[in-house]
């Protein structure tokens, strides 16, 4: 395994951070989703790496095989956790690709650190900018939703989490479902976290407020949101933040649901080999198979 190894700055504490690096070329970093780690990227590593980039995944503090200390699960502990993988590697004109939760580090790293090592973003099924329903957010999502999620980790957290990926990868609204063995996967790499870890992180996706950091951006942005994302909703998060870059491009997968790297991975690794380099989303055709047939 390889890692790196920092003493978190506010306790101390050794912190290792679990990554990977494949392949050679310009660096593509990815951020995984909560509640899962650096392997739900398995469907888009074998695409990239072959489409000559050097692609590096990490495992987020409190998941996979990072430590997991008891504390750190705010967006600006995991942006410096993120700036010591960077400066650790060495990394430079890095495309930064976040997804979910992972949406937030790419933003609040921008806000921190600034965008001179960074040279394009993608945001996938993000849930940036800001989540929580408050007076001046009524597009966001009722406090006691998260209250509910917080409930469930703390009663029962690996029975919750498998209902959770069923929502999570649109089983019962999409033709065919993820398969039972698939869907027991992904809840194996979300029961390697913490619960305390977990929690803390629903804190902290559903709580921060990033629409003044989202303005610090002005590298090039790829955001990707599917219109039937069940747990981020695609008003609430990607497409009000493409109102707030407006050089970013949005793109919409119809039917999508939240897991759209599994479900529609043809399609995304596509629009992401084609933003590296520099070119346009194309909608795929009726007749293209190759894009369009059921992964499943």
């Not at 996938?124 to 929580?132: C, K």
């Not at 209250?147 to 929502?167: A, V």
């Not at 996706?205 to 599917?226: E, M, Q, W």
Request: with cysteine.
């Amino acid at each position: 395994m390889r890692s790196i190894r920092f003493n978190d700055k506010k306790t101390g504490e050794e912190i290792t951070i679990a990554y990977s690096d494949y392949g050679q070329g310009q660096p593509v970093v990815l951020i995984h989703g909560w509640p899962s780690s650096r392997e739900m990227w398995e469907y888009q590593l074998g695409d990239l790496v072959n489409g000559g980039y050097r692609v590096i995944k990490y495992d987020r503090r409190g998941f996979g095989k990072s430590s997991k200390p008891w504390t750190g699960y705010d967006y600006d502990t995991l942006a410096t956790d993120l700036h010591e993988l960077i400066l650790q590697l060495n990394l430079k004109d890095i495309i930064l690709t976040g997804f979910s939760m992972g949406g937030g580090e790419v933003v609040k790293y921008i806000a921190k650190y600034g965008q001179d090592r960074i040279a394009r973003i993608v945001l996938i099924s993000s849930i940036v900018p800001y989540m929580l329903k408050t007076p001046d957010n009524p597009e966001g999502i009722e406090a006691e939703v998260f209250d509910q999620m917080i409930s469930g980790i703390q009663e029962d957290r690996i029975g919750y989490l498998d209902e959770f990926g069923r929502h999570f990868f649109g089983v019962g609204f999409l033709n065919k479902p993820v398969s039972a063995p698939l869907l027991q996967h992904f809840l194996n790499l979300a029961s390697k976290a913490t619960q305390q870890s977990t929690i803390e992180c629903i804190k902290n996706f559903s709580g921060v407020d990033l629409r003044k950091d989202v303005k610090n951006i002005t590298v090039p942005a790829l955001i990707i949101h599917g219109d039937n994302d069940k747990i981020v909703p695609l008003e609430a998060s990607s497409a009000r933040t493409a109102e707030m870059l407006p050089h970013a491009e949005l793109v919409v997968y119809n039917g999508a649901p939240h897991g759209l790297f599994y479900t529609h991975r043809q399609l995304l690794n596509r629009d992401l080999l084609n933003f590296f380099a520099g070119l346009k989303h194309v909608e795929p055709e009726p007749d293209d198979s190759a894009i369009l047939a059921s992964p499943f």
